[in-house]
């Protein structure tokens, strides 16, 4: 490590939240188990798993660009540090496992390959001159590919050469191993296993098999999934799904590669598989006039492919010329069904409807990052995306039931005020055929949540308000939006929340706690969700809003790649037919992740 070289690396500049490290004092909880079990299995149940240095317990929140001033220079040497699991920080590089079982747990986990960071990771070798921005986008590329507690880079001088530097790249592995599994008896059981860094290359493997002995359809089920990341210094992904499920079957396979940073000129993607899917439509009861679920079998192949272009712009000032882009895009689609299960006509069951939609796209994209913490992550370096995009999408689909033609636009803009983060997108899109439209929508959406506030006794708040709204017009059969689970009112799932139109408001609260357990840190929360829907012809606001209301508290180890785990109380009114108002529930959630303002694909505007 540098600081053993005698040389000291520089730390982020700012220093606004600082979080002593835990100490038995901190809660009642701590001064019990610390007399009771002894210090080394302490130290090891109770660990802070925020972002610190041993020198001050720092936790970096937004910063300048700290490699700005070796702007320019050129890389001698490049050096990767690749860290194991459990007691290292990349902010503390003399940090090391103090305990067995630290140690016993590393061993149990293949780190992640030196030469797999170098040849397939970073965005620079040696030779070339330092760009700040090239090395900012390419620690928040290492940070998403989620096998990695977090990233950081240090340039630090070469004493022989002025205008040389060695630069080297720390990065903490994440438990990468998921098992998974549940069982009611020997006839009804299921086990999976998720590797996500698989052997240590950071590619993902995931295996799954379900046995049901008294299911008709099938007893035995299976999921695979292989997926690479980054293929050498392409960052091609590559990744291929075989599911045999009893409610879907897919054979696929999809190489893509997105815009990762402004400086990549070219990005694409092919895409091809084959589904089998059961499916449902909603009729009515003639004598109920309630909706019942018909399920049906689909068959289709799909084929999609898109290339796009990005150029520099030529106006504005440094920093808009050097983050901005125009971007240029071609999409073609073919999804063409074998066994529809239903007749296709003008009136009934569109959406089964071969297609073969054209699009081109012509967008504007600036993005910018800072990092920050405590927003959905519970410690992790989290980058927080700034900026706009605008993009004008249309096309051309020879659709089974007539050609028709496509526009398409969408707006989106983020920045960071005193008063905390806002994010807003539009969108507006929908076919012409005939002189009327086809599968139209408009829709937006609105994000914000206030900047951290310092309760005391290391407890944290943020406050979070998204509201989103969205009208369709001209929709086919048995298109709708669906309001409950994570489309609205949380932790239940109802027919009845459907509609053309929606508004959906959410208002939380989460306080993060300085309690642990196994690393796993703690966050109480609470939630309150109105959702309104309609269908054509119908008022939006006119009908009785449905509610739900709740108190909840988050568990989350940073070193794990398990999902953040969640046990919420909630309480719901407003929704026909829910039966028990009140409900308890216990759930794995995928944590979120803010929206990013590349353009990729040419898009059918999403209706959902």
Known sequence: MLEALGQRVPLDSISKIRIDAPTAKDTAFGI????VVPKTIYNFLFRDIYNSTTSGNTISEIEENPHKVFEGRWIRKIYVHSADVFGYSVYDTLRGPDNWLDRTGNRFHRSTREWVIRD?????????????EKIKDNERYLRQQGIFHDVRIVIVPYKNAKDAVEVHVYTQDVWSLLPDGSASGLDNFSIGLEQRNFQGLGHSLKNSIAYNANDPRQRWEYT??????SYRKTFITGQGILNLQRDQKQLGFKVFRPFLTPEMKYAGSIEAGYNDLRLFEFTT???TGRSVRNYFWSQYVLFDAWIGRSFKIFFGDDQLRERARFVVALRHSRQTFYNRGKAVTDSTNQLFQNTRPTLFSFGFSNRRYKRDLLIYGFGRTEDVPLGEMAAFIYGSDPAELGTRKYVGLKFSKARYMKAGYLYSLVNLGTYFKGGTTEQGVFSTENNYFTPLHNLGQRWYARHFLNVKFGWGFNRFQNEYFNI??????QGITSDELRGTRKLVVGVESVFFSPINFLGFRMAPFVFSNLGWTSFKGEPLLNARPFHGYGIGFRFRNENLTFNTFQVRLSIYSGIPDIGQPFRAGFEGVTPLRLKDFDISAPEIIPFR
Not at 32 to 35: F, L, P, V
Not at 120 to 132: K, Q, R, V
Not at 484 to 489: D, R
């Open 484 to 489: 409950s689970g994570n489309e609205g009112i």
């Open 224 to 229: 695979g999934r292989y997926l690479i990341p």
């Open 120 to 132: 397939n990771f970073l965005f620079f070798e040696e030779g070339d001159l330092i760009d700040p």
């Open 32 to 35: 019990k188990a610390k007399k």
């Open 285 to 287: 009861d003639s004598l």
